[in-house]
């Protein structure tokens, strides 16, 4: 009970820390807040009639917050050393990622929320009664796992951080024009090309389940009056984006663990090595301190000298 009080104590600090931070920040603050309710604001002003608008902005709220700022917090701290400093104490690895993840959750969940409010009082349009909630909440918390679990692979998979930042925005971008907000979804997939592209877009499945479940297209078919107003791209079948989307998951899980794997493999080994080179060096010092004969020092000597050459070869 001590230790799991303690374990909360830390996961609290880290918590806090995370929130001044990010409030602290007015990049974080202008380009994950303001900038995507002036998107969404904008849009419906000109076309309040389109029923995606505001679950898109949600989505694309949601990328933002939970992939590219999460990805941005991850190489903070390591930019600033912050995430080796904690590694040199004894604070639980879990500890640590859930207090990030949780701050991530928390103030996506924050952010969404007040856009909806927002929304829906200047749009009251865009309130839809016909919306499949089990669908929508699945979508919801599949598109923040997908996000978190997008930003961390990209944190692993690319060393350098301007580099992981351009892919992050990437996908940002791409998922703020090209899956519901930016243009509108059925002119995107009209476009065959453009269509099968998108389909390899990781939070694409996702963002199709929330906007389909928000207009109770269950079958990913809109259609009111019978006139198709949407069609999603997935032959009516309700089961292909689901799977594709836990699919796409449990590939962003596993390259994670590979790559956790590899690197406590390779600091495991750098630890090893480092213990045999003491306990050598040791065994050298000693017998040099029990040696007198000139010659026998200098044959100890050339022994470890070649020694030093193969362990760097190697």
């Not at 909360?8 to 380009?31: D, E, H, R």
């Not at 999460?70 to 207090?99: C, E, P």
């Not at 796992?145 to 690319?158: K, R």
């Amino acid at each position: 009970m001590q230790k799991l009080l303690k374990e909360y104590k830390v996961f609290s600090i880290l918590f806090v820390i995370q929130a001044k931070n990010w409030l602290a920040s007015p990049m974080n603050i202008f380009l994950g807040v303001f900038i995507t309710f002036y998107t969404v604001l904008c849009w419906l002003t000109f076309k309040d009639g389109d029923n995606f608008l505001m679950i898109s902005g949600i989505c694309v709220a949601m990328t933002r917050n939970s992939m590219y700022i999460y990805l941005r917090t991850l190489l903070d701290w390591k930019g600033k050393t912050f995430r080796d400093k904690l590694q040199m104490t004894n604070i639980n690895g879990v500890t640590k990622q859930a207090s990030l993840l949780a701050f991530n959750f928390v103030s996506t969940l924050i952010i969404c929320l007040v856009l909806v409010i927002i929304s829906v009082s200047f749009f009251p349009g865009q309130i839809t009664w016909t919306a499949n909630l089990p669908m929508l909440i699945f979508g919801l918390i599949m598109c923040w796992v997908t996000c978190c679990a997008t930003a961390i692979a990209i944190y692993l998979i690319i060393p350098n951080a301007k580099w992981s930042l351009m892919f992050g925005l990437l996908i940002y971008f791409f998922s703020t024009y090209f899956l519901g907000l930016g243009f509108p979804f059925s002119t995107i997939t009209d476009h065959q090309w453009l269509n099968i592209l998108i389909y390899f877009h990781p939070i694409r499945y996702s963002i199709n389940i929330v906007q389909a479940g928000y207009v109770g297209a269950t079958d990913f078919k809109y259609v009111i009056d019978g006139n198709m107003i949407v069609d999603f791209k997935y032959a009516g079948q309700t089961w292909i984006p689901i799977v594709a989307a836990i699919g796409v998951i449990t590939i962003l899980i596993v390259i994670i663990l590979l790559k956790i794997n590899h690197e406590r493999g390779y600091k495991f080994r750098s630890n090893n090595s480092v213990k045999i080179m003491k306990s050598k060096s040791k065994a050298y010092i000693k017998q040099i301190k029990e040696t007198n004969d000139i010659n026998l020092l200098r044959e100890i000597r050339e022994d470890r000298m070649g020694e030093l050459k193969d362990e760097m070869l190697h």
